[in-house]
Each structure stands twice: as structure tokens, then as C-alpha cells.
Nanobody, 113 residues
């Protein structure tokens, strides 16, 4: 299994920004997709954004235009830049690697109104 360590969560006001980081214990291979998911209290975990090893990105409709996923292969790191945050973005954010299926421990993001 691959170890994933997230950081960068916190408390921010509506309209603010945060950048999450996910450091992997090894680099991405061609079949890999790394994604950011989130889970709010009482809700199912949902995909927020993903990025392939070639840099192709995918976003949930709810975050398009506000969030940006990127990666730094030299650092085995994937980022999630979150701008114009809303209270409904409040959740625990998890990093995921598709193969082997691996999850980070999660980082809390709280957006106050």
C-alpha cells in the first residue's frame, strides 16, 4: 500500500482560500489517478477533483471554477487550491490513490459563514 499524508486544512471564513497538500510515499505511475474526496457529517464521501499521471483533471460541478488540482511529480505531491470557499465546502478532505487503493487520514476544512 502507498502512504498518503494530507495537510493544509483549517478554519476559514466564507470567501477565503486554503491549499491542501497530499504527499505520497512513491511517485505516480501511468495507470494512477490521484483524487481529493470530501465527507461532510451525515453525507456520503464524494469526489471533489482528480488528476491523472499525465495531468488530465476532473472536477465536481460544485467546485468548478473555484478549486484547482495540481501535482508536483518531483515531490510526489498533489495539491488542491480552494478559493471562494463556502460553508457547504465544510468537510473532512481525503486524498486517494486509485491503485493500489490508498487513502490518507483526512484533513478538516471548516468554512464559517
Amino acid at each position: 500500500q502507498v502512504q498518503l499524508v494530507e495537510s493544509g486544512g483549517g478554519l476559514v471564513q466564507t470567501g477565503g482560500s486554503l491549499r491542501l497538500s497530499c504527499v505520497a510515499s512513491r511517485r505516480m505511475f501511468s495507470m494512477n489517478v490521484m483524487g481529493w474526496y470530501r465527507q461532510a457529517p451525515g453525507k456520503q464521501r464524494e469526489l471533489v477533483a482528480s488528476i491523472t499521471s499525465s495531468g488530465t483533471t476532473l472536477y465536481a460541478d460544485s467546485v468548478k471554477g473555484r478549486f484547482t488540482i495540481s501535482r508536483d511529480p518531483a515531490k510526489n505531491t498533489v495539491y488542491l487550491q480552494m478559493n471562494s470557499l463556502k460553508p457547504e465546502d465544510t468537510a473532512v478532505y481525503y486524498c486517494n490513490l486509485n491503485f493500489p487503493n490508498s487513502w490518507g487520514q483526512g484533513t478538516q476544512v471548516t468554512v464559517s459563514s
